[in-house]
């Protein structure tokens, strides 16, 4: 879907940058620190930003990162947003600037229940759901 939807917003004159798939600009979301580093230098080399389209996910991880956050949970929803709250000054510059997250009917399927422990952050529902939220 991503490459699609890529093919077709180029075909409207929008400038694509697809992170990890073209090599325009590099970004790791299980990361913050690329996070950071790829929205400071879009920052500095683009002039404007039409869209952000947050599709990126995984899946099945129980591990943690190198940022001591869940796997599944930071490149699911904590990189997409960090990377939409530091690129939100371009957004803004930008004249119709649009932020998609994309979820799925995985979010209709959980109840946020925030006192049960914190290995439920393992599955993807939640996440699906904290991205509806923040859209």
């Known amino acids: 879907m991503g490459y699609e939807v890529s093919l077709f917003l180029a075909s409207r004159g929008c400038r694509v940058i697809i992170a990890d798939v073209v090599t325009y600009q590099y970004l790791d979301l299980a990361s913050l620190t690329s996070v950071r580093k790829c929205a400071a230098i879009l920052l500095f080399n683009e002039p404007r ?30 990189g997409h947003f960090l990377l939409t709250h530091l690129l939100t000054p371009l957004l803004i510059k930008t004249k119709h600037s649009r932020v998609v997250f994309v979820t799925s009917l995985l979010a209709f399927t959980n109840n946020l229940h925030l006192e049960k422990e914190y290995k439920v952050l393992y599955t993807v529902h939640y996440q699906k759901t904290y991205n509806l939220v923040t859209s």
């Open 49 to 78: 930003l039409d869209i952000i389209i947050n599709n990126a996910g995984c899946a099945g991880f129980k591990h943690k990162t190198e940022d001591d956050i869940y796997k599944v949970l930071q490149v699911n929803y904590i």
